[in-house]
């Protein structure tokens, strides 16, 4: 079992429209989360990362984490085309050997149609 | 500042070649890591450098792929030799340390015939 999981796979929304992305952990030991946006021919890119329980807001672009439930999403609104994108959700936990590396989720295609 | 370089941003190899990606990290970065991403698998680590360090080898990927950081300003990810399994797009990022961000390059897209 993929220890970060995302859903949907895809999503359709129209120009203007709210897209809403979501990813579980079934990892305890995951305390640090992140959301990257990768477009088709370039690498990934971070979009914004959330550490603590609550909201976090960034332009357009709202993360919500639930460390009780291992639940982490990230909220589109007045989605544009520019918007349509593979994104990532990626965790990570501090092990005490030093390393931090970053477990991606399969990702979800984020279309936006104009 | 200049992001992390990779080349070349193609190749194509016959089985059994011996292949040599290239990876630059933005300068004063101290994280080093090699993805592989595929459709099927996603974004699977490689190998994982802190300050030229091995910190992580990727397990499953060890016999045939080897990552070194011959300075702090370049690393290699060497296929030897390669299987068309391991037709690919090999992306290298870097972080200042740890938890920051990942900085990811463009990718080498590898073909294997």
């Known amino acids: 079992q993929q220890k970060v999981q995302q859903s949907p796979e895809s999503l359709s929304v129209p120009e203007g429209g709210m897209a809403s992305l979501n990813c579980t952990s079934s990892d305890r030991n995951f305390q640090y989360f992140w959301w990257y946006r990768q477009h088709s021919g370039e690498g990934p890119k971070a979009l914004m990362?959330?550490?603590?329980?609550g909201d976090k807001k960034e332009g357009r672009f709202t993360a919500h984490l639930n460390k009780a439930s291992l639940h982490v999403s990230l909220h589109i609104r007045d989605s544009q085309p520019s918007d349509s994108a593979l994104y990532f959700c990626a965790a990570s936990e501090h092990e005490t050997s030093g390393s931090w590396q970053l477990i991606f989720g399969s990702g979800t295609q984020l279309t936006v149609m104009p | 500042d200049a992001g992390v370089t990779q080349t070349p941003r193609h190749e194509v190899a016959e089985k059994g070649q011996t292949i040599i990606l290239k990876c630059e990290p933005v300068s004063g970065h101290n994280d080093l890591f090699w993805y592989r991403q595929t459709k099927i698998q996603g974004l699977e680590l490689l190998s994982y450098f802190r300050s030229k360090s091995l910190m992580e080898d990727g397990g499953a990927f060890k016999d045939r792929f080897k990552a070194e950081m011959l300075n702090s300003s370049f690393s290699t990810l060497k296929i030897q030799p390669t299987e068309p399994k391991d037709s690919a797009v090999y992306l290298c990022a870097s972080s200042l340390f740890g938890i920051y961000e990942q900085y990811f390059g463009p990718g080498t897209r590898l073909t294997v015939l």
């Open positions: 990362s959330i550490f603590s329980d």
